[in-house]
């Protein structure tokens, strides 16, 4: 595969062999790195090894000869200059935790991760920070509107690498991008973090309004009212605005509301047809991780005192048995407001 950058035979550890791990560790296998993709489960490592597939996560996918996995910590991160964290985020402590003693001190290290750890609230650069015992400003987050299996057939996808150290962001940037994965960087983390989290939260609500039947319109109305969501918490934590006008906000928010690949948006759709939340998560059996961030948005909301209508509704319907009806009847009654004050406020924007 010809890449926008030949960097050799360099390494680099994925961690864990999901989806979205996969797929960026055909990325990185295609621009030229030794990757090995480590996973918990034996069966999954042998068949990635000897049939080049991982059937559960990307059917029909062809996975390149430089591509091997491991179950072993220390054997997958041995010499890797990029270590990719693609873990659910409720694992990503415990494996940062596993990892930790085989990193090494010079790696690059990137997440890919959407979601908050669910008991503390922490973005996953925190809990990266944390366990790996790294200054948060040395971290780079990916994101952005990429769903794994259109990547993995190597379809045009746009995505951003956030990092308050620029030569980091840029060096993840060398190292993703090619002719099919365009990469840009961005100095906003925090911005980056929340809006690739709380975008799941509005799939489902997607999800749900299209099972309900309804139309492109209340379509319309859940992006632009959600995107306000996601821009009033993350400036509250500190996000620059304008990033929610970009691949981690809109581009984020448009690609998993409108696209049946989306897990959250399917999990949605399944709700609205009455199906009981752990059954919808069994079928599923891939992380819906709008579940655990409606949740943390919840008490996000509370702790930075902003208004989540939509993602107060979902968490009626999925927490305290309310039928997605009553939560959309809900939303249509609230208070009379005025849009351009609120526009205003939600983008930090100060009319005169
Ligand atoms: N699939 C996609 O298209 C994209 C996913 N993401 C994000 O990437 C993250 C991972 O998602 P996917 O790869 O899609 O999930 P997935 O459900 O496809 O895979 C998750 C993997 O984590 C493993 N795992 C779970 N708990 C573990 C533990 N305690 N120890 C070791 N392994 C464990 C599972 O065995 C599984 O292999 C999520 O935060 C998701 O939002 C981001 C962009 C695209
Ligand atoms: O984040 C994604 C695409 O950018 C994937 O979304 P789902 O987790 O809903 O499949």
Redesign the pocket.
């Known amino acids: 595969m010809k890449t926008g950058n030949e960097v050799g035979q360099r390494k680099a550890a994925v961690?864990?062999?999901?989806?979205?791990?996969?797929?960026l560790a055909m990325v990185l296998s295609d621009n030229g790195y030794q990757v090995t993709l480590?996973?918990?489960?034996e069966s999954?490592a042998e068949e990635i090894n000897t049939l080049h597939k991982n059937g559960?996560?990307l059917q029909d996918c062809l996975l390149p000869d430089s591509l091997s996995a491991s179950n072993s910590m220390a054997q997958a991160l041995e010499g890797a200059e990029l270590v990719l964290f693609?873990?659910?985020?409720?694992?990503?402590r415990?494996?940062a935790k596993?990892a930790a003693p085989y990193v090494s001190s010079d790696a690059l290290i990137v997440h890919?991760?959407?979601?908050f750890e669910g008991d503390t609230l922490k973005r996953?650069t925190t809990v990266l920070s944390e366990e790996l015992g790294r200054p948060e400003e040395t971290l780079v987050v990916l994101?952005?509107p990429?769903?794994?299996?259109?990547?993995a057939k190597r379809m045009p996808t746009t995505v951003v690498v956030a990092s308050a150290d620029q030569a980091r962001a840029e060096q993840a940037q060398d190292s993703f991008i090619n002719n099919y994965f365009r990469v840009y960087t961005n100095p906003d983390l925090i911005g980056v973090e929340v809006g690739?989290?709380i975008k799941?939260i509005i799939a489902l609500g997607a999800g749900m309004s299209d099972g309900l039947g309804f139309g492109a319109n209340a379509k319309a109305a859940l992006l632009t009212r959600g995107l306000a969501e996601i821009s009033r918490l993350g400036t509250a934590m500190g996000a620059n605005a304008l990033t929610f006008a970009g691949l981690a906000g809109v581009g984020?928010l448009v690609v998993t509301c409108t696209s049946n690949?989306?897990?959250?948006w399917r999990a949605g759709h399944k709700l609205a047809q009455g199906i009981p939340l752990d059954e919808v998560l069994e079928q599923?059996?891939?992380?819906v991780?709008g579940v655990k961030t409606t949740k943390a948005a919840r008490y996000l909301s509370e702790k930075y005192n902003v208004e989540m209508p939509i993602a107060d509704q979902l968490y009626s319907v999925l927490f305290e048995g309310c039928e997605p009806n009553t939560a959309v009847n809900r939303l249509m009654g609230r208070g009379r407001t005025h849009e351009s004050e609120q526009v205003a406020q939600d983008w930090g924007l100060h009319q005169s």
């Open positions: 961690l864990v062999a999901g989806s979205w791990g996969t797929a480590w996973t918990r489960n999954q559960k996560y693609a873990s659910t985020s409720s694992a990503m415990e494996i596993q890919a991760t959407k979601g996953m994101s952005g990429s769903h794994a299996e259109e990547v690739g989290a799941n984020d690949l989306s897990r959250n599923m059996g891939m992380v991780e």
